[in-house]
């Protein structure tokens, strides 16, 4: 299925930048017209996937943060968060509720709070080359004919 439109975006892996990152792929996913649940759901995924960017691909330096986003007429926006930083050795591990590298403060509920506000959550990354999230969310009350 081709989309009906595409975004893509840059910027760096600053904590300034996170709600930046969020608010625009929120606004451009608002023209499916989602209820504010649904828009609330893709700005909490989105917020937590690229905090992880920041936090723990690129730990003690600044890199580059990308983000495509894919609008479908039949309602599906899928969101792609990609890094070039160190990397995801075990992905199932990271994906447990709780389960942090770093300790401290962080939850370890990243991954976890990705999947509760999305239909489709996918990781791949490689240990020193990065990682892509992809993130799936339809927007209720949609139908190919918009």
Same mark, same amino acid.
């Given at each position: $299925?081709?989309?009906?439109?595409?975004m893509?975006l840059?910027?760096e892996?600053?904590?300034?930048?996170e709600?930046?990152?969020?608010s625009?792929?929120?606004?451009f996913?608002?023209?499916?017209?989602?209820n504010i649940?649904?828009?609330?759901?893709?700005?909490?995924?989105v917020s937590?996937?690229v905090?992880?960017c920041?936090?723990h691909?690129y730990?003690?330096t600044? !890199?580059?943060?990308?983000?495509?986003t /894919? *609008?479908?007429a039949? !309602?599906?926006?899928?969101?792609?968060?990609?890094?070039?930083? =160190?990397?995801?050795e075990n992905i199932?591990q990271a $994906?447990?509720?709780?389960?942090?590298?770093? !300790?401290?403060e962080r939850?370890? *509920?990243?991954f976890a %709070?990705m999947?509760?506000? =999305?239909?489709?959550?996918r990781?791949? /990354?490689? %240990?020193?080359k990065?990682?892509?999230?992809?993130?799936e969310?339809?927007?209720?009350?949609?139908? /190919?004919?918009d």
């Open positions: $299925m081709k989309p009906i439109n595409e893509k840059k910027f892996s600053r904590s300034v930048n709600a930046f990152g969020r625009a792929v929120a606004a996913a608002a023209q499916l017209d989602p649940e649904e828009i609330s759901d893709i700005k909490t995924a937590e996937a905090t992880n920041i936090v691909a730990k003690d600044v !890199g580059t943060i990308y983000i495509w /894919s *609008l479908y039949d !309602g599906l926006v899928r969101i792609r968060i990609r890094d070039y930083g =160190c990397g995801i199932s $994906m447990e509720p709780l389960f942090t590298t770093l !300790g401290g939850a370890g *509920l990243g %709070v999947e509760g506000f =999305c239909d489709k959550v990781v791949r /990354s490689k %240990v020193g990065g990682t892509v999230v992809t993130l969310k339809r927007i209720k009350g949609r139908d /190919s004919d």
